[in-house]
């Protein structure tokens, strides 16, 4: 029903069948998986952007095989999702050829949660990253202005009779809607995390204004430093535009302005590699030691991704929980 | 002066001539930049595996070309620096013919500063990545036990009439000889970056027996999944040893054994995505944009790598600075 009724929203918002059924498909695995920031609840914001003209509803995809293990796909800024899909497909094809295979998308949007492609390429087979530059949210380390966006990296692997392993980070400590989040409820936010108007670090919600990189006060130059490996990956290499440039997606204030961000799409063949066999019983060995070794105060360890397939398996069985103002514009009440 | 030092120490401790020059090559770049940490300080480390028989000094490498765009180096247990060296050249050349190449390096041994082989792809006028796995020094998030190693991320990118953007990372916030210098220096270690015995927090040098990973008490997840993902590329994907079943580089107790560890080299040719005419006007106008992005009570904004190009410098005047061990190890006072 939740997936009928967001593919049903972004169609009504002009978007073309392919469009809208990736979109959905990243949104529900975002949704199953419990990070319901890039869930659902995105629906609205896409077809705000669709509507205004920042997102094109049909879009004509272009691909160039620039290279045996390379190729470039202009996603003539359709929503990202589906030009991230096509992007991970065509370099796990790649790489099965090639034993590496990376695709730039130029020119796309929004893709929402980084981790939705990085897992295709992992089911497929595949070691797989993705990335996303984005419009400027995050100070540079010591920066009093935003200048990158939450940059995502994405990466999966696949573990023999198991779900993959999959790490979906953003290169800043928290996501922009956290701060969102914590004014509305009232909550002071953890430390080193934002900062205010001039890039004072504030654990105010109310005086936060952008947010800083991983890594805090001491170590933010490595957040930032990751976030900048992004932008070079997913914008500069595919002649999109640096965060710093993007207009953003449906702006507060002004007339909207086309979006234009790029995704960085690897993967890579175990079995070009060690090979398949080799690949899966290391892959076991240091996931058993992973998950064995002893945590502090008795906590339990767990790897990445882990306790997302368990949220997954809750919610396959009890259902996905909506905000009321998603619900509403699902209109799923 | 201190080069042929270091090459004659490495000499007689049994490493052949390409091992010899090539560790000697990544220690002083080390050295010029100011990471004094993975500097020419290491000889004697260095020396002391030679000897014990930790590490190979007369590796006979093989390499295998699995596909178009990737390869797998076995290092035979040699000084890591000349195989990751050798990696990335490889690396570059598949990238050149193919647009990405991929090379695994197995069965290798500590390569001390991961950046000399990004840069030395970056001054081939590729994108590059250079990882690797090392003995585990360094907690999970969570837990009370080391468990991966510093894992270093480094990647590296050409700009247009000026020096390479240079990201050079552990994936732990500090090293852990930073550990025994604040010992030495009798001072407070930041916050969140160590761990005692029982993994609980301290700040106390003398308590400190593990680093913890990049984020912290909150966010440390991150750093862990990036020294996880470092380690599938590096040591799972091309057969080495996972970092907590690595042996010990010059252990403290017991009978030295032979060190296994992995490496992983990517090259992008951005002539095989945006152009090289595109990818440099774009990365002149990110890092324009970064450079006068404003700082925080008025501080100057660094690009990754800005500050160790001016240490370069200023030590290509004033000489490399040498601690007092080292310079009696070789031979210098």
Not at 67 to 92: K, N, P, Q, T
Not at 152 to 168: E, H, N
Not at 196 to 223: C, N, W
Not at 305 to 321: H, K, L, S, V
Request: hydrophobic share 40%; charged share 20%.
């Amino acid at each position: 029903m939740l997936e009928e009724r967001a593919l049903a929203a972004l169609r009504e918002a002009g978007a073309d069948e392919p469009s809208a059924t990736a979109a959905t498909r990243a949104m529900m695995h975002a949704s199953r998986m419990g990070v319901d920031s890039h869930g659902v609840r995105l629906t609205s914001f896409y077809a705000e952007a669709l509507r205004s003209g920042q997102v094109n509803g049909r879009p004509d995809f272009k691909v160039r095989r620039t290279a045996s293990a390379s190729a470039v796909l202009d996603a003539d800024r359709g929503l990202g999702h589906a030009a991230a899909y096509a992007g991970m497909e065509l370099a796990c094809q790649i790489a099965k050829e090639s034993g590496v295979g990376a695709v730039g998308v130029a020119h796309s949007t929004h893709y929402g949660a980084a981790g939705a492609y990085a897992l295709a390429g992992a089911e497929a087979g595949f070691i797989a990253l993705s990335t996303s530059n984005a419009d400027s949210l995050v100070t540079l380390h010591g920066g009093a202005k935003r200048f990158h966006g939450t940059n995502p990296i994405a990466a999966a692997a696949p573990v023999a009779g198991a779900r993959p392993w999959l790490l979906d980070m953003a290169t800043s400590s928290i996501p922009y809607n956290r701060i969102l989040l914590f004014r509305s409820l009232q909550r002071e936010l953890p430390a080193e995390v934002t900062a205010d108007i001039a890039g004072e670090p504030t654990r105010d919600p109310h005086l936060a204004e952008v947010l800083t990189p991983l890594g805090g006060q001491d170590f933010g130059f490595k957040g930032a430093g990751l976030a900048g490996l992004v932008t070079i990956l997913s914008a500069i290499l595919t002649g999109s535009t640096p965060d710093h440039l993007v207009p953003p997606m449906n702006p507060e204030e002004g007339e909207p302005k086309p979006h234009d961000i790029g995704h960085f799409c690897l993967a890579i063949d175990p079995e070009r590699f060690v090979g398949r066999a080799g690949y899966d019983a290391l892959m076991q060995q240091y996931l058993t030691g992973l998950r064995e070794s002893p945590g502090r105060s008795g906590a339990e360890i767990l790897a990445p991704g882990d306790r997302e397939w368990r949220t997954m398996e809750q919610r396959n069985r009890d259902g996905i929980p909506v905000d009321p103002d998603t619900a509403r514009f699902l209109k799923l009440v």
